[in-house]
């Protein structure tokens, strides 16, 4: 429950977002990045050492 | 009615130094790194250890919490920028996607989460600043300036790189930004990194080595790097850099123009270097100039206040003082992503929740950074029988005496008393102390205490009432955040005059240079703290003893950690760094420890520990 509730929130933030930007190509990019990331449990979370892609 | 004081929590994290600080009615009540806490350096972790401490200094439950910047914005920014550098960056950008879909996108549900589990309910009260939004309230709002152009520059936040802003009252206007890929602070860290430093980590390293090389680049950064305008306004030249595609900070094309590949890490360091640094560093300088003499334009303000990691280049810092339109600038102790936390807590103070700042900023101003954990007498009294070391405990006075007295006799002192520092600098609670006047005291501190490359300088803490006796300073400069030169009268003859050799740029290291040599640059410069009673008072008290001993105000002042280790925060980090060290006494709240004192099984055992570069 507490997850779903949360993702409902993100989802949201995500809407509001993109509608104040215009940047509605943001939503399936996000879902897409969120079923992969459910998908994909065993990958070592290691950030890369540079700003851009932090 | 007078309203209610508002409680509100301010965090930063999943960056690097990450931090939480929590403020009462605008009034700054505790503030700490994490890595103080997990011991690793720039810990970028969410900050839970020291969200924990925060919250045991509240009087009661929060009213908000504040993040110091907006994720999906960011987000936005590392997808744009995916998209545009594909197919390249495809190895680094699933590097980095697996820490925003598991953590950094749920940082709403980790704060509640987290704060739920230590008894705060802050469901539908969590804030989010933007991050230069964050930076401009840390820089403002706690200065003693009512009204005060403020310069944010640091590598990026959302899309924001440098921003200007006019501050008045309660009221933060932006003016101007300019926005990633187009950075100061990324060209900075670009040069830190072809240099063989650790980007995020080795700036201030870079800092350090400019005056000993000749600013043979500049022509070539200005001419193929940036595009500098009179207004400050630049542009970077993206076909030198790699960032974009997010696996170096630099590309071929950047070797080609600077002659060769990056230096390794660890590998000697040559003329080719200290120049590189030399020349970025007047780059950068220049760029600051321009973009304060915009700000001033734009806002004719009186002072300004400064903030981003590019603050605390403290060289810079002083030619701002020194050549800039301000009559006063005002540079925060923990001007980096650290201090967000405090600037994004403020933020949501005065421009969400609408409270007005004092009426009288100069006399509520933040005039010291002691915000982080102490520790009682009797607690240090335990780590030391714990740690099996004999002891004296002395009354404040003595203490001082005995301190200024073996620092007198050359003995190298490491201080921990009250409250822990916010930020980078050790300012006397967490402090490493020498005597400045020797000569091989720069050297003795760097390769047997702090473990670290001979070259880097250190800095020195002096009287306030004596500072421009041996500083050509007319101000406080209590954060030690702003360079100034050694007084004339106080530099020596044999100093004058040495060029920059190619052949062995260390080789001035050696020469004295006035008469405090262990804190004067080779260029004479020192970046300088002062030490007034009222905001410092055990440290001036120690300062005041050797002064009286000696006749000499001023004192070594460096963090009290090693190589690749944050500073220490518990009596317990101090006493283990004391072991592993070669540092001569220890003053541990009320007491005091001679290393000869030490039996020399615990030596041994300490001396086994291995140390990180940094």
Redesign the interface.
Known sequence: MRFLRHLRGLLREMFQFARENKAWWIIPVVIVLLLAGLIIVGVTAVSPFVYSLF | MASAPLRILGISAH?HDAAAALIEDGRVVAAVQEERFTRRKHD?RFPIDAIRWCLSHADGPLDAVAYYEKP??K??R??R??FRTAPF?FR??C?????????K??I??QI?DALADLGHDVRDRIFFADHHQSHAASAFYPSPHREAAILTVD??GEWATTTIAHGRGRDITPLRQIS??HSLG?LY?AFTYYCGF???SGEYKLMGLAPYGAPRYVQAIRDHLIDLQPDGSFRLNMDYFG???????TNRRFETLFGGPPRRPEAPITARECDLARSVQQVIETALLALAREAHRLTHAPALCLAGGVALNCVANGRLLREGPFADIWIRPAAGDAGGALGAALAVHHLHFQRERSTDPAATSMRHAFLGPEFTDAECADALRAAGLRYTTLAPEALAATVARRLAEGAVVGVHAGRAEFGPRALGHRSILADPRRRDMQRTLNLKIKKRESFRPFAPAVLAEHAADYFAIDRPSPFMLITAPVAEKRRLAESSGEPPCDDNPFASLVTVRSEIPAVTHVDHSARIQTVDRESNPRFHRILSAFADLTGCPVLVNTSFNVRGEPPVLTPRDAIECFLATEMDALALGAHFVEKRDVPPALLSLAARRTFQPD
Do not use: K
């Open positions: 960056y970028p999906l914005r987000f936005e590392i997808l920028t995916a960056g680094a950008f590097a980095a996607m697996p820490l925003w879909i598991r953590e996108l749920w709403r549900m509640e590598g990026v990633f890929p990324l860290s650790r980007v995020n960032y974009l595609r997010g696996e170096t900070m």
